[in-house]
């Protein structure tokens, strides 16, 4: 509730005007007003975006249902303006709720009540989680971290059958939400796999662990996704191509249970291998162009490079700052380090939970790696065991006979949280560079009030622009940052980087009426830096094209009217 209440603070600014800090949290609120207006429950394409086309969009409904709740059940009471507010900044606040309860009991079943208050103390003020919990941060992003928190809970329950079918609900749910649930659904699979080889009395959470996410995942999908979704092919999200390699999993794990006595751990071995082997080869007839690993490979040249590219937190480490790197693997090598001395600190089935999580979190270290945006679920992974370091340590910093170490090492533990370790690490290594130029905030709702007065229209406007304008216009637009509107975003992209007659003839094609452009906005920086002779970069110099008339507008926005040819 401290949390809570301080968070509510920091962004009380921010809160009335509903002031998101990332484009995905506005298309959510475009894509939840959609759904109260009447678009169906089956249908998230977004239809004002490239009219008359529409945008595809593969969100789940899931993340919608408590902001639509709470927005229908605030609505007959504060109106429809105050409901969107209060529901913007409460659920995410609902769902730190939730990770907060399911860490602390996933910490104590595997080291006690103290080292799980601990968790929780330290899962409060961990920048890279609470990051993903701030009011208004209502995209899908805080939903896998806390199902990753409920399948952790799974795989400690002291009733194995029981922690397979939590853990199996959990990640079916986050396969629903995001594709990006797929490492992790391997990463549980394997370490119940290896608990069921090791010892017979974990084989229920496997067996239990395999028939609840083949049996579930299926049925969710239809439900979620309509009949047709079964047999649909796509590489970014679940569908056809990933739902028929669980329903194997499933199958072939019940038919070598049945067929096989589990009681050696050979056995046990066969089991696991033929479960695991009906789904990988059940993915090698499905995948198709999935198999490359790359969900974002039908995306055109121009696109990957000036759009996907730019997208840091999708990318690999290597392609980050050595800030980014620091605070990537930081906690995560900490917590690694202190769950396995943990382990070794420990016997029978305590050991045993340690080198589980160990596992688990290793694995999510290398999601992290991969992709800087999976850095929160490797850090949640890791309180445990740096909960379990401090407190170790700091019983053997009372136990000194030297006040001085009493007291100064107790205090200098407080180096070893996360918070402090990101908080040292970026004053040592962060850039300083004095030219360097900050974007402004132009899906701002006063920023963006000139185009309130226009009537209803289509804009030509950058990506990163075009969800603010969904939600506070009636406006339609051409793109915006999604990667399956793959026509739109090139669209908009070729257009800001070729020179004004290429330029004026894309945007025509388009049927916009305006271009829209904001100074500051670092995608224009970019196109413009791309192609100096390009209409982004025209734009920015205050020399427009003739087929373009300057309106008056105050502030960063610029707009201007599409001559007719």
């Given at each position: 509730?401290?949390?809570?209440?301080?968070?509510?603070?920091?962004?009380?600014?921010?809160?009335?005007?509903?002031?998101?800090?990332?484009?995905?949290?506005?298309?959510?609120?475009?894509?939840?007003?959609?759904?109260?207006?009447?678009?169906?429950?089956?249908?998230?394409?977004?239809?004002?975006?490239?009219?008359?086309?529409?945008?595809?969009?593969?969100?789940?409904?899931?993340?919608?249902?408590?902001?639509?709740?709470?927005?229908?059940?605030?609505?007959?009471?504060?109106?429809?303006?105050?409901?969107?507010?209060?529901?913007?900044?409460?659920?995410?606040?609902?769902?730190?709720?939730?990770?907060?309860?399911?860490?602390?009991?996933?910490?104590?079943?595997?080291?006690?009540?103290?080292?799980?208050?601990?968790?929780?103390?330290?899962?409060?003020?961990?920048?890279?989680?609470?990051?993903?919990?701030?009011?208004?941060?209502?995209?899908?992003?805080?939903?896998?971290?806390?199902?990753?928190?409920?399948?952790?809970?799974?795989?400690?329950?002291?009733?194995?059958?029981?922690?397979?079918?939590?853990?199996?609900?959990?990640?079916?749910?986050?396969?629903?939400?995001?594709?990006?649930?797929?490492?992790?659904?391997?990463?549980?699979?394997?370490?119940?796999?290896?608990?069921?080889?090791?010892?017979?009395?974990?084989?229920?959470?496997?067996?239990?662990?395999?028939?609840?996410?083949?049996?579930v995942a299926l049925p969710l999908l239809v439900l979620l996704r309509g009949p047709n979704?079964?047999?649909?092919?796509?590489?970014?999200?679940?569908?056809?191509?990933?739902?028929?390699?669980?329903?194997?999993?499933?199958?072939?794990?019940?038919?070598?249970?049945?067929?096989?006595?589990?009681?050696?751990?050979?056995?046990?071995?066969?089991?696991?291998?033929?479960?695991?082997?009906?789904?990988?080869?059940?993915?090698?007839?499905?995948?198709?162009?999935?198999?490359?690993?790359?969900?974002?490979?039908?995306?055109?040249?121009?696109?990957?490079?000036?759009?996907?590219?730019?997208?840091?937190?999708?990318?690999?480490?290597?392609?980050?700052?050595?800030?980014?790197?620091?605070?990537?693997?930081?906690?995560?090598?900490?917590?690694?380090?202190?769950?396995?001395?943990?382990?070794?600190?420990?016997?029978?089935?305590?050991?045993?939970?340690?080198?589980?999580?160990?596992?688990?979190?290793?694995?999510?270290?290398?999601?992290?790696?991969?992709?800087?945006?999976?850095?929160?679920?490797?850090?949640?992974?890791?309180?445990?065991?740096?909960?379990?370091?401090?407190?170790?340590?700091?019983?053997?910093?009372?136990?000194?006979?030297?006040?001085?170490?009493?007291?100064?090492?107790?205090?200098?533990?407080?180096?070893?949280?996360?918070?402090?370790?990101?908080?040292?690490?970026?004053?040592?290594?962060?850039?300083?560079?004095?030219?360097?130029?900050?974007?402004?905030?132009?899906?701002?709702?006063?920023?963006?009030?000139?185009?309130?007065?226009?009537?209803?229209?289509?804009?030509?406007?950058?990506?990163?622009?075009?969800?603010?304008?969904?939600?506070?216009?009636?406006?339609?637009?051409?793109?915006?940052?999604?990667?399956?509107?793959?026509?739109?975003?090139?669209?908009?992209?070729?257009?800001?980087?070729?020179?004004?007659?290429?330029?004026?003839?894309?945007?025509?094609?388009?049927?916009?009426?305006?271009?829209?452009?904001?100074?500051?906005?670092?995608?224009?920086?970019?196109?413009?830096?791309?192609?100096?002779?390009?209409?982004?970069?025209?734009?920015?110099?205050?020399?427009?094209?003739?087929?373009?008339?300057?309106?008056?507008?105050?502030?960063?926005?610029?707009?201007?009217?599409?001559?007719?040819?």
């Amino acid at each position: 509730m401290l949390c809570s209440a301080v968070m509510l603070w920091l962004f009380r600014a921010d809160i009335p005007t509903l002031a998101f800090r990332d484009a995905d949290d506005a298309m959510r609120l475009a894509q939840i007003r959609d759904w109260v207006g009447g678009q169906t429950f089956w249908d998230v394409s977004q239809h004002r975006v490239n009219p008359p086309l529409g945008g595809p969009m593969h969100w789940s409904r899931i993340v919608d249902m408590p902001i639509i709740a709470l927005i229908l059940l605030f609505k007959p009471l504060l109106g429809a303006a105050c409901a969107e507010i209060l529901a913007c900044a409460i659920v995410p606040l609902l769902l730190l709720g939730g990770l907060t309860a399911a860490a602390f009991i996933a910490a104590r079943r595997i080291a006690g009540p103290i080292v799980a208050l601990l968790s929780v103390a330290l899962l409060l003020t961990t920048p890279s989680i609470l990051v993903q919990f701030t009011p208004l941060r209502i995209d899908h992003h805080g939903w896998q971290i806390l199902l990753a928190a409920v399948a952790l809970c799974g795989a400690t329950d002291d009733k194995p059958a029981r922690g397979g079918i939590i853990a199996a609900l959990a990640l079916a749910l986050w396969l629903q939400i995001s594709s990006e649930s797929l490492p992790y659904v391997a990463l549980f699979g394997a370490a119940f796999a290896l608990r069921h080889w090791i010892a017979r009395d974990q084989a229920p959470r496997f067996i239990a662990f395999a028939l609840t996410l083949g049996g579930v995942a299926l049925p969710l999908l239809v439900l979620l996704r309509g009949p047709n979704a079964a047999m649909a092919s796509h590489c970014d999200a679940l569908s056809y191509v990933y739902v028929w390699p669980l329903v194997a999993l499933a199958i072939a794990t019940l038919a070598a249970t049945r067929l096989i006595d589990a009681s050696t751990a050979n056995s046990r071995l066969a089991i696991a291998l033929i479960g695991g082997g009906a789904a990988l080869a059940t993915f090698a007839l499905t995948g198709g162009s999935c198999l490359s690993g790359d969900p974002f490979a039908t995306i055109g040249p121009l696109a990957h490079k000036l759009w996907y590219l730019r997208v840091m937190e999708g990318r690999p480490i290597w392609e980050q700052l050595l800030t980014i790197r620091g605070l990537i693997l930081m906690p995560a090598l900490l917590g690694l380090a202190a769950s396995i001395s943990a382990a070794r600190a420990t016997q029978g089935e305590a050991r045993m939970l340690w080198l589980m999580i160990a596992s688990l979190l290793l694995g999510a270290t290398g999601v992290a790696i991969l992709v800087m945006r999976a850095l929160s679920v490797a850090h949640l992974f890791a309180l445990p065991g740096i909960a379990w370091l401090l407190t170790d340590l700091f019983r053997r910093l009372r136990a000194s006979s030297h006040a001085f170490i009493r007291v100064a090492g107790s205090a200098a533990l407080a180096l070893l949280t996360p918070v402090a370790m990101s908080i040292i690490w970026v004053i040592i290594t962060a850039p300083a560079d004095p030219n360097e130029e900050a974007g402004i905030n132009c899906g701002a709702s006063q920023i963006l009030a000139p185009l309130r007065t226009l009537p209803s229209t289509t804009l030509f406007a950058p990506l990163d622009i075009g969800p603010p304008i969904l939600i506070r216009t009636s406006h339609a637009i051409i793109g915006t940052g999604h990667h399956r509107n793959t026509a739109g975003i090139t669209t908009v992209i070729q257009a800001f980087v070729d020179s004004p007659d290429k330029a004026r003839a894309i945007i025509t094609r388009t049927h916009a009426t305006y271009v829209v452009t904001c100074d500051g906005l670092n995608e224009l920086r970019l196109y413009a830096k791309t192609s100096p002779v390009g209409l982004a970069a025209l734009l920015a110099r205050g020399t427009p094209p003739a087929w373009l008339e300057p309106l008056p507008a105050k502030g960063p926005l610029r707009l201007y009217r599409i001559r007719p040819e």
